[in-house]
């Protein structure tokens, strides 16, 4: 959309260059070079008095945040951002400047000078807009203060109201279709600016754009039946589910009758480890229920996606969704995910095997029972990840230390303790950091939430609050001669002071760039005095990583265009820079990073590989495949049922019997953020796979790698074509095409080496 906000990537639901030709030296023998043998690793850059202040104001619980000696600030560093009801003025004056810049692009036509800036002012009208939504986003989610949150849903509504105003606006359309269509101007567009055209293109054609008045009004009208169903879709998704009733005689050593809710502590011990299996399937049945009420919005969902489709000429939602994806069709996502499924399979059946085995002497049947849904985490308990060798505790500040250093080995940026203003930070947990280039400065920088406390949503996630964009070449001055008188005026000083902010120009670079800012959200355990620093587990460091890729994608991939600026490129890429950083987490030589003294962790591997991850790999599979379904022309039949598309899925591809009764398709949340795209984690987890192997694993510290790597995904955001970035990395032309046969052959790559967890956004 005209006013895409930046992708805010979370775990649980999907949220939004300066082009470097060159690179150190010719690469086409990277991958040749790779085979470089243990004694030749590259050695660790030793740890600096950054990393060892990165590591007491971590740990040690008695020390607050440093703050500067300055006066009184507000959000983020904006001395106007102090109250809530500032936030409000901000966003009244945001929406009267980007009103100004409307007006002006709307009389682009009418001077030829003017139409060679239409796609900078369209990019700086979204960047107008994501700015403040983006920041409405993260206050409301992570703000503790009740009166900031209703203010930030106020703002966030207000300004999507006018986004959905500029998403239908014919004349804006009109004025990029004489941009791209008139010869000189089109070719005067760089590559970056014209994806960024393209995107804008794509965006408004998908809004209904061309569509007759009355349809285009249906097209509105039907896509806020979408958001309204799908809010409604995941409250009922977090909706407990009600009890299982156990009865004394089906579980041994029960006295009384229980009522075992899904997902409690009570429920987790009967799946893993209750003998008998009738409390275990009764169990599986009651987490797997839902209402008819629940079915019918998810149905209601599906079906008023596929009329959205129809409407714009579309066969189906994932028709409609995928053309500016890596995948661009359903067809191609068949590719991808049969492919995967061929490799998966001979795998899956013979844990499966192992596990029929199991029941087979546990129960004393007859050879090879059959596994239920129920069996699952009994005869195969999930363990929790665990490093490959034996580590001491893990600190918080320790594994931020590792990864600053982890940095500046592959990219020569580091992460620097920063002091905050007062008022700067909405809660005293928060860590200022900034990213510094050994080159370039101070690049960007983090805001680091990092701990769990009362309200805080759960989970993790990355927050983009202000994107990169390059500025000098704004002319935004011209914008005030549409303001028509001198009350217009003043309304938007605090909108110019707003946009002016976070401002550098960078070393090596033509220019002047609006830095990135990035919020990282967790729910870690807050040191205390009495407990001493926070100890993180390893899925717990596993998850740091992840976000750390995303954060570092945000710093790296400086973009003249905030559209295509860091995490801002397709959902099926996105996930890359995020997986590949997890799998740093397999070596030795990065694990010794987290030692100030730099000792190469020598003990024995302690973890087991887990059996049964290829049997949930196999899953996760089928329920990409279930997601295209449901978003398939399929949807908009009379008789449309999405309880036996799951059964016949699983009965036709499925390796565990679907369970008559139950329905657990209400509970995929997924459906609504990943909607058509669920596939993307397993797409993005199979490069990140060939990745690692191919570049990383031999020598994961070796700085000339880390630039290849950098120069060629991370740096340009989404602003080339993510077949291309990946084909030139892996030295893979046949990749470039991204078709048919392209999306196959990444379906064909073995997903090994894997560290993630399941379901990890």
Known sequence: MLARTARNVLPQQARHVFRFRGCLHAKKDLLARGARTATTLSAPSPATSDDVDIIADFDIPHLAQATSGLAQTGLFGHDFLTSPADFVELADSTLCRAQLLTRRIHKSKDSRAELFKVVKHLDRLSDLLCGVIDLAELVRNAHPDAAWTESAEHVYEKMCEFMNVLNTDVDLYHVLRAVLSDPEVSKSLGPEARETALIFWRDFEKSGINLPHDQRNKFVSLSSEILH?????????????????????????????????????????????????????????????????????????????????RLVGKPSFAHMTLTDKMAKSPENVAHFLNALLDHTRPSARQALRTLSLRKQEHLHTPPLPIIQAWDRDYYCPPEPPAPPVSLPPLTLGTVFMGLSRLFRNLYGITLRLASVTPGEVWHPDVRKLEVVDEKSGVIGWIYADLFARRGKPGGAAHYTVRCSRRTDDDDAQRDLEYAGNEEILQAVQLSDKFENAHRARIPGSEGIFQLPVVVLLCEFTRPTVRKGPTILA???????????????????????????????????????????MEHFLQSPAVLALFDIKGGVPTAAPHHHEDPCRSIDTHTQILLAALDQIYHSPAALSSDF??????????????????????????????????????????????????VWRKLFARDPLDRETGEWYKTEILRFGGGRDPWKMVSTLLHAPELESGDAGAMAEVGRWKIEDEVSLPGRH
């Open 229 to 309: 169903l799908g809010r409604l879709f995941l409250t009922e998704t977090a909706n407990p589910r009600p009890p299982a009733v156990i009865k004394p005689h089906e579980l041994a050593g029960l006295k009384d009758k229980a009522m075992v809710y899904p997902g409690s502590l009570q429920a987790q011990m009967i799946m893993h480890s209750a003998p008998e299996e009738e409390p275990r399937r009764k169990v599986y049945m009651a987490a797997n229920s839902s209402t008819p009420e629940q079915i019918q919005i998810l149905e209601a969902l599906l079906h008023a996606r596929g009329e959205l489709a």
């Open 538 to 580: 390893w899925h717990e460091v596993l998850t740091l990583f992840h976000e750390m890729g995303h954060a570092m994608h945000s710093m790296i991939g400086r973009t003249e265009y905030q559209n295509v600026s860091g995490t801002r490129c397709a959902t099926d890429f996105v996930e890359l820079p995020s997986i590949l």
């Open 641 to 690: 049922d999405s309880t036996a598309a799951l059964a016949g899925l699983y009965e036709t591809r499925g390796l565990i019997p679907y369970v008559p009764g139950t329905s657990w398709q209400t509970q995929f949340g997924h459906l609504f953020g990943y909607g058509a795209t669920y596939y993307s984690y397993l797409f993005d987890r199979a490069i990140a796979s060939r």
